[in-house]
């Protein structure tokens, strides 16, 4: 898989932004927003509504590292450590 970063323009809020991830985060937004039954826009907005972090694309990165997360920790794959609990 390629290792070079991609722009796309996502429309957040009803405003269009440019987004640059790799085309395996992409790959992961777009498999996501299919679960979840809605588009790659409408989960940036979910993201760019409810993040922490300093800027959309490092949102989106947190969000999918987190989606991932609690699929495995769900499946039973990965425990979660009491500092881990309180972090979040």
Known sequence: MARTLRNCNVSVAG????????????????????????TIHDL????ARSRSAS??????????????????IDAGRIEIRERAREAA
Not at 44 to 47: F, H, K, S, Y
Not at 58 to 72: D, K, M
């Open 44 to 47: 940036c907005g979910r993201v």
């Open 15 to 38: 405003h269009r932004t440019s987004v640059r991830l790799e085309p395996a985060m992409w790959l992961a937004l777009d498999e996501i927003a299919g679960v979840e039954g809605c």
């Open 55 to 72: 800027s959309l694309t490092a949102g989106l990165r947190v969000f999918l590292l987190e989606y991932y997360r609690r699929l495995a």
